[in-house]
C-alpha cells in the first residue's frame, strides 16, 4: 500500500529533509490520496524501481509553497492557470512536466434540479482560488447565471460581474468548502475530486464546461516540479507510469464519473499555455 502522509503546512515548512534525500524516496503532494489509483500508481511506480509517498495536502493553497521550500518533489493536483497564477503571485518558476487530464467543471445544487429553478437573487458558492474562480464565472455565464464585463476568461473576478445583468448573487469559498455551503445557497460550483466525497454524483450536474474544448487546455491538470527538476529523467518516467498504466488510467476515469478526458499533451504546450496564462496575468497588474 502507498505511503501516505497527512502533513500541515507549518510541519513541512519546519525544517524536514527533502525527499531526494538517502532513501530515495519521492514525495508527490496531492489532494487527493484517498482515491484508489493512487495506491494503484505507487505499485506501479514500485515495479519500476521508483519508491514514491504520497504526501496529501488538506487545501490547495498548501502544495505548491511546499514544493517550492523542497519539502516534495512534485505536486499533482493542479491546472496550468492555477499553477502560472502562484507562480506570477509568489515570483516563482514552478513548472509543468506532465499532463493528467482535463475535468469539467460543474454546477451543483441539493434544492433545484435545473438551472430554470434558481431564482432571481439567490446565491450560488464557487471555489475562491483566482483560476478555479475564473472557470466557474465562465460556467454560471454559460448557464445564464450571471453576465460578465469582461466577456469571461482566465482572468475574471468577481468584480468583473454585472450585478444588475445577472439573476444571483455569487459568494467565494476555500474549494473544499463549496459543497458543505450547499444547503445555505442555491447552488455551488465543485471542483472534481470533492463531488464523490461529497456524495454528489457527477450526473447530478445542472451545468458544466467541456473539458475537450479546445480552449480548455489552460484547465489541464498537471504534474509540476521546481524548474531546476524539470529535465528529472525519475520525474519524468513518474510522469509516463501516470499516463501509460492501463489501470492508473482506469482510476483516474472512475473516480471523476467517466467525466475526465485523458491527456497525454506534449510538454512543451503545456509550458507554452503556461507561459501564456503567465503573461496574460502579469499584463493584468
Do not use: H
Not at 496529501?56 to 519539502?71: H, K, M, S, V
Not at 524539470?230 to 520525474?235: A, I, L, Q, R
Not at 467517466?258 to 499555455?273: G, H, I, N, R, Y
Amino acid at each position: 500500500m502507498a505511503a501516505l502522509a497527512v502533513v500541515p503546512l507549518a510541519a513541512l515548512l519546519a525544517g524536514c529533509t527533502g525527499a531526494a534525500g538517502a532513501d530515495d524516496v519521492v514525495k508527490i503532494g496531492v489532494v487527493d490520496a484517498s482515491e484508489p489509483y493512487w495506491e494503484v500508481y505507487t505499485e506501479a511506480a514500485a515495479e519500476a524501481g521508483i519508491t514514491v509517498e504520497l504526501v496529501n495536502f488538506a487545501t490547495y493553497e498548501q502544495p505548491n509553497p511546499a514544493l517550492t521550500a523542497g519539502e516534495v518533489d512534485l505536486n499533482q493536483f493542479q491546472t496550468i492557470v492555477y499553477l502560472a497564477n502562484y507562480n506570477v503571485a509568489s515570483s516563482q518558476d514552478l513548472t509543468t512536466i506532465g499532463a493528467t487530464a482535463i475535468y469539467p467543471l460543474g454546477l451543483y445544487s441539493s434544492q433545484y434540479d435545473s438551472v430554470d429553478e434558481i431564482q432571481q437573487g439567490d446565491t450560488v458558492a464557487i471555489p475562491n482560488d483566482q483560476s478555479n474562480m475564473a472557470r466557474a464565472l465562465v460556467v454560471l455565464q454559460s448557464a445564464g447565471l450571471i453576465e460578465l464585463t469582461d466577456g469571461g476568461s482566465i482572468s475574471s473576478s468577481l468584480d468583473d460581474i454585472d450585478t444588475d445583468a445577472s439573476k444571483v448573487t455569487v459568494t467565494a469559498l476555500e474549494a473544499s468548502l463549496t459543497t458543505t455551503s450547499l444547503p445555505d445557497v442555491a447552488a455551488a460550483i465543485v471542483n472534481n475530486e470533492f463531488v464523490g466525497k461529497a456524495g454528489l454524483s457527477f450526473a447530478d450536474a445542472l451545468a458544466q464546461d467541456d473539458p475537450a474544448d479546445a480552449k480548455s487546455v489552460p484547465y489541464a491538470n498537471v504534474f509540476a516540479v521546481r524548474a531546476e527538476d524539470k529535465d528529472n529523467e525519475t520525474y519524468k518516467k513518474l510522469v509516463e507510469i501516470y499516463q501509460t498504466t492501463t489501470a492508473v488510467q482506469d482510476g483516474v476515469l472512475e473516480a471523476s464519473g467517466d467525466t475526465a478526458v485523458l491527456l497525454t499533451t506534449p510538454v512543451s504546450a503545456l509550458e507554452a499555455s503556461r507561459a501564456e496564462v503567465e503573461a496574460d496575468t502579469k499584463s493584468q497588474q
